[in-house]
């Protein structure tokens, strides 16, 4: 963007005035790509909602964090033209709802959307359970927060101790936890928090592991559905699936 184009949106638009260069959007997301080619972006939605800017981070293949109903429906309007087995398949890999705490209004609202919605507690769980059957779950984890400029980690995210049992919770009550995630802080420039959060991870994924393959050993006279994707007709994994493996996410 130059200096003679700015000058003449100044004029026909008044000052002060904020320009988004959309170019710069997507060499930030392009850079992202390049440097961290295997880790997925998701961009906040609440940073800047403009749908032009949604538009542009869609069309270079971003994948995006809502934290409300309304944020949702905004990323939804890129894809209504998708048919519906692309649309669906967007939903499931590209969009995550991260508000672990949500209204039973919200979560009826996503049940027909079979979104992917983060969780932190039992009675989250439960309600998710009764209103959003059909969701996929990301249980969050509570991790350091030091020097972050706004600190979370007293706000969301369970105990360590408690996640594997929340894993299993689900399990119990027919739901499928496909990932865990966690937030290290806002304006974090500590990087030891992410070190710090990404060992919890692993080592809430390693005894969920274990805890899993102990309770499946003990159920296996009995009828039984594996971790697998889930069904698009219903909620729960499809029966036969193969096993997977927990996803991470990071939110900062």
């Known amino acids: ?23 710069l959007l997507r060499q930030g997301y392009a850079s992202f790509r390049r440097h961290l080619p ?52 967007y939903i499931w890999d ?25 969780f932190d507690n039992s009675e989250e769980l439960r309600k998710i359970k009764r209103y959003a059957p059909a969701a996929g779950l990301v249980l969050r984890l509570r991790v350091p927060n030091t020097g972050s400029m706004v600190e979370l980690s007293s706000k969301f995210g369970c105990d360590t101790g408690e996640a594997v049992d929340l894993i299993l919770e689900a399990f119990r009550i027919g739901l499928e936890v496909e990932g865990l995630s966690f937030h290290v802080g806002s304006q974090c420039t500590n990087f030891d928090n992410f070190v710090q959060a990404l ?33 698009p007709g219903r909620a729960g994994p499809v029966p036969g699936g193969e096993h997977r493996h927990l996803d991470l996410t990071c939110h900062r």
């Open 199 to 231: 060992n919890i991870s692993a080592a809430v994924m390693t005894r969920q592991a274990v805890q899993r393959a102990g309770q499946e050993d003990q159920l296996r006279d009995r009828p039984a559905v594996p971790e697998g994707h889930r069904d």
């Open 1 to 23: 963007m130059t200096k003679k184009l700015l000058l003449e949106l100044a004029r026909k638009h008044g000052t002060p005035l904020v320009v988004v260069d959309h170019d």
């Open 38 to 89: 295997k880790v997925q972006a998701y961009y906040a939605v609440k940073a800047n909602p403009a749908p032009e800017i949604l538009r542009t981070l869609y069309q270079a293949g971003a994948s995006f964090d809502v934290a409300s109903l309304a944020e949702f429906l905004l990323v939804h309007t890129l894809i209504e033209h998708l048919p519906d087995k692309e649309r669906q398949d």
């Open 94 to 118: 590209k969009i995550i709802y991260a508000n672990p705490i949500k209204p039973r209004e919200t979560l009826m609202a996503l049940n027909q959307y079979k979104p992917l919605i983060t």
